[in-house]
């Protein structure tokens, strides 16, 4: 069928919230796709790092098949013989004390904000209704009305408030800001390790063992967003390790099932998360079999396969035939294991149009903001297909 037919049906029904690159997709093994014309593309972005196994993932699908003919849903009203496997599992693979299962990403962020104020009310003792949480300029954690009140794009913003109070933003990559707006009522630093959606920015080395440090000081928990960062993307199972720091709590989601099916989680090292009692939080879907027995698999092929190993040293290799590029169009090259941020001079005239022409070369990639390519491959590539794309991006930049 003519792609245009199903981009025609896309844009007369459905609400037009994203602006995306005209191409559609059918099928996907790895790291690779197929449009409805059977057009192959490497895929750079992995649905922004959900597909951190690549796609379609055989065991994950054995595994999602074998589930799903035999209990997907029960609700949290009756217990499930999945859900306290992966929640044991996922707790001894991140040293966690207790975890708690969710859905999308966002509502793993508002699910860590009820529990850091609560925490501050019932541990900290902060005045009722006065738990502020600092967050970071430039943020990206999600698109719920209480998180896009804190967020600093006007873009995201504008139009929907009015938002939730108790939300301080200090800028990124700064601890000395982040020490001057902590208050007696500071409960909680929610910030990324990487900002993801914000343009692959990488703090200073050291910001967030600085902040943990200011953070242990000041009985403030420090609340790591790796929904982006975490389960191998930057070359360690979570990007703390970089720092060699363990957050009092980690947000997951994306990766955690392999792409198959939405599921995010609340980890906490401490027992921050046992001051939610029955009733006071709760999810129809949150943690049903379906979700854990794929997210148990979508861990274990990350680690059985070597993933997070190859992650480090692709997103190496990756990142220095990128720098390698001589073009006066590229301003810098960053990142981390396979998230990588190319970021063009503004005489380049933005990265779209250089998404736009790689597509036509075979290469699916994603600008983020207006200046800055992101290559974030399945974790699953090899050296061989990196030299492919790189064939490819060097005569697209100049
Ligand atoms: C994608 C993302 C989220 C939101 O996840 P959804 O599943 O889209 O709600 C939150 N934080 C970060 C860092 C993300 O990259």
Redesign the pocket.
Known sequence: MNPQYYMDLEDEFGAHIYNPLDVVLHRGEGVWVWDVEGNKYLDCLSA???VNQGHCHPEIVRTMIEQAQTLTLISRAFRNDQLGLFCQEICKLTNSHKVLIM???????ETVIKAVRKWGYKVKGVPQDQAEIIVCEN??????IT?IGFSTNANFRDGFGPFAPGFRIIPYGNANAFEEAITPNTVAFLV?PI???GGVIVPPAGYLKEVKAICEKNNVLLIL?????GLGRTGKLLAEEHDGIEADLT?I??ALSGGFY?V?AVLSSTEVLGVLRPGEHGSTFGGNPLACAVARKAISVLIDENMIENSAVMGEYFRSGLSDIKNPYIKEVRGRGLLIGVELVPEAKGARRFCQKLLTQGLLCKETHENTIRFAPPLVITKEEIDWALERIEPVLR
Do not use: M, W
Not at 103 to 109: D, H, I, T
């Open positions: 922004y790092s959900a859905n999308s990403g966002a509502e793993a962020v943020n990206f954690h999600g698109r719920t998180i990324e900002q993801g959606e967003d790796e929904i982006q960062t947000l989601g994306k939405p995010s």
